[in-house]
């Protein structure tokens, strides 16, 4: 569980993405697209859950892409290569049913983009026809173009700010798409209100949409209940029936109630020490 390399993907004055390349063979060797992993920076730490965004089974290497934003983030952005996590279990949830759909539009939001890719090279090996909508704040915060770029036929970039493609949403983008052509498959990652607008758009055209959901999770073996989210009437856990679900039966306004009990607490900002513990 050693870090093998670090890259700094993006940077703003109060947001940084970062890529760890972890050694984990047992993990490499298992995972499929769509899969997390549950980590622990440092015993301290909490446990918190990541897309494996790729692996390499032959050195035995999974790649993961995080925010750094709550304390566990920031104590993982602060370890360096040849530092070793205290804990990472994985490969977890339910792989994505990678066919062959036809045209798939697949729409990424800030960290979310890195969970799209491994979908997004899934899909385009099954043959599909594959566009990518990508959204960010602005142009340093946009990660993974050029890898996306590489598995798609069509590749759409979107800014809040217009500093880099189109100013505006994914979700603008996505209906004028849906408006001009027939597609068989939406599947969508990111912020909690991107993939809610995704569903409410492709609900209008009455088109299969897969949303993978970015719950609070402890244990990720379905004991803890965290992870609990309202899927068509009925109590479903992330962690061992998800992370994916059809968007149009997830009760969104539960999930967002749900994922904001620790906000709060997130808010506070922590000075770290070398140890990572707070002063």
Not at 26 to 54: C, H, N, Y
Not at 100 to 111: E, F, P, Q, S, W
Not at 140 to 168: C, F, M, N, P
Request: some cysteine; glycine content about 12%; overall charge neutral.
């Amino acid at each position: 569980m050693k870090v093998i390399y670090k890259e700094i993907l993006g940077q703003t004055p109060d947001t940084r993405i970062t890529r760890l390349d972890i050694l984990s063979p047992d993990i490499a060797s298992k995972a499929k697209p769509g899969q997390f992993v549950v980590l622990m920076a440092k015993e301290e730490g909490e446990r918190i859950p990541l897309t494996i965004v790729g692996r390499n089974e032959a050195k035995g290497i999974i790649t993961l892409i995080f925010q750094e934003a709550g304390f566990t983030t920031k104590l993982l952005g602060g370890l360096n290569k040849g530092d070793s996590l205290y804990a990472v279990v994985g490969p977890l949830g339910h792989p994505t049913e990678l066919k062959k759909y036809g045209k798939v539009i697949l729409v990424g939001g800030g960290v979310g983009i890195a969970e799209l890719y491994p979908v997004a090279k899934g899909l385009k090996g099954q043959g599909n026809y594959v566009v990518s909508i990508l959204g960010a704040r602005n142009k340093e915060l946009l990660i993974l173009e050029q890898e996306l770029e590489a598995v798609s036929d069509e590749l759409h970039i979107t800014t809040d700010d217009g500093s880099y493609g189109r100013k505006g949403f994914t979700t603008d983008l996505l209906r004028e798409l849906l408006e001009k052509g027939q597609y068989a498959l939406v599947y969508a990652v990111g912020p909690i209100p991107m993939m809610r607008r995704v569903a409410s758009v492709t609900g209008e055209f009455k088109i299969k949409t897969i949303v993978s959901l970015n719950a609070l999770m402890v244990d990720a073996t379905g004991m803890c209940g965290c992870c609990r989210v309202e899927v068509a009437g009925e109590t479903k856990f992330s962690c061992v029936d998800g992370p994916e679900f059809p968007a149009e039966l997830v009760d969104w306004d539960g999930l967002i109630k749900r994922n904001a009990v620790y906000s709060h607490q997130e808010k506070h900002i922590c000075l770290l020490s070398k140890t990572g513990s707070c002063k």
